[in-house]
Nanobody
Framework: QVHLVESGGGLVQPGGSLRLSCSAS??????????IGWFRQAPGKEREGVSC????????WYADSVKGRFNISAGNAKDTVFLQMDSLKPEDTGTYYC?????????????????WGQGTQVTVSV
């Protein structure tokens, strides 16, 4: 099981932007096999799917709450997956996690994620 590391979180004002990164530690991403999903968990709430990238076939998925504001993409070397977050809102605050699994994008449900990393904290506040 690949070990993923998230980075790029921080404190930003409403309307601001952040770009999160997801990369493998001690191994490499295999985007030809695995889908990469982003999830988040706000304090007192359940973890939820935010976005997912499947390169085979090429498709993306976004939660309704982030459509039009977030964009998921793979780096040119396919060793990093990014989540560009624009027009951030206070309700986007939470710890963001990435996960890899075959066909993860079929149903972006945290119950099907085999393991989690440490996550990266995103705080949207004035």
């Amino acid at each position: 099981q690949v070990h993923l590391v998230e980075s790029g979180g921080g404190l930003v004002q409403p309307g601001g932007s952040l770009r999160l990164s997801c990369s493998a530690s001690g191994s490499t991403l295999d985007l030809d096999w695995d889908d990469i999903g982003w999830f988040r968990q706000a304090p007192g709430k359940e973890r939820e799917g935010v976005s997912c990238l499947s390169t085979t076939p090429g498709r993306t998925w976004y939660a309704d709450s982030v459509k039009g504001r977030f964009n998921i993409s793979a780096g040119n070397a396919k060793d990093t997956v990014f989540l560009q977050m624009d027009s951030l809102k206070p309700e986007d605050t939470g710890t963001y996690y990435c996960a890899a699994d075959h066909e993860l994008c079929v149903l972006v449900d945290p119950a099907f994620v085999p393991s989690w990393g440490q996550g990266t904290q995103v705080t949207v506040s004035v």
